[in-house]
T-cell receptor, first 114, second 112 residues
Framework: NAGVTQTPKFQVLKTGQSMTLQCAQD?????MYWYRQDPGMGLRLIYY???????DKGEVPNGYNVSRLNKREFSLRLESAAPSQTSVYFC?????????????FGPGTRLTVL | GQQVMQIPQYQHVQEGEDFTTYCNSS?????IQWYKQRPGGHPVFLIQ?????EVKKQKRLTFQFGEAKKNSSLHITATQTTDVGTYFC????????????FGKGTTLSVSS
């Protein structure tokens, strides 16, 4: 099993450009998540999808859109990138353990917006 | 809003010293999880505690969940250079909740 995979690993954009970050998991998990990580800010939830066909906003959704394409794939789109979106983006999926979800993270995408 | 606070934000120790990070929630948690992120890596699940007052051990790591289920701690005995990284606590506010609430993490550095 590859677990959670993310593409690309690195990306540099100019302000105003758009791009889509791809995420896929092969663990048959129902729930998937997108986080951003900035120095001193920890992990902040952008959007999550509790199941195929549903998405919900997290703590910092502004400037982002998501698509749960199928059970395996959950993409994050930046329509008009801004320097404030320079960050490391992690995708995660979760499984149930003792009635609670625990999360498996992908390797991350390091995005710089100039 | 619901918050999970972690202290300290940074800690530097000499190899062989002990280390403790503390996690405090503004509301009662249903569970507490701990994750470790190595430098340049991604968070990796370490352990979950669900019962009030629960204590679990993994080799040199000891995890505790407070009696009121609002705080937790991770203690590392005799740190090694392999312990370097950022440790995050996270929890659910209720069993039906779908998203974890993460603390901001404690970054541990170890010098030999």
């Amino acid at each position: 099993n590859a677990g959670v995979t993310q593409t690309p690993k690195f990306q540099v954009l100019k302000t105003g450009q758009s791009m889509t970050l791809q995420c896929a998991q092969d663990m048959n998990h129902n729930s998937m998540y997108w986080y951003r990580q900035d120095p001193g800010m920890g992990l902040r939830l952008i959007y999550y999808s509790a199941s195929e066909g549903t998405t919900d906003k997290g703590e910092v959704p502004n400037g982002y859109n998501v698509s749960r394409l199928n059970k395996r794939e959950f993409s994050l789109r930046l329509e008009s990138a801004a320097p404030s979106q320079t960050s490391v983006y992690f995708c995660a999926s979760s499984e149930l353990r003792d009635s609670y979800t625990l999360e498996y993270f992908g390797p991350g995408t390091r995005l710089t917006v100039l | 809003g619901q918050q999970v606070m972690q202290i300290p934000q940074y800690q530097h120790v000499q190899e062989g010293e002990d280390f403790t990070t503390y996690c405090n929630s503004s509301t009662t948690l249903s569970n507490i999880q701990w994750y470790k992120q190595r430098p340049g890596g991604h968070p990796v699940f370490l352990i979950q505690l669900v019962k009030s007052g629960e204590v679990k051990k993994q080799k040199r790591l000891t995890f505790q969940f407070g009696e009121a289920k609002k705080n937790s701690s991770l203690h590392i005995t005799a740190t090694q250079t392999t312990d370097v990284g950022t440790y995050f606590c996270a929890g659910h506010v209720n069993q039906a909740g779908t998203a974890l609430i993460f603390g901001k993490g404690t970054t541990l550095s170890v010098s030999s």
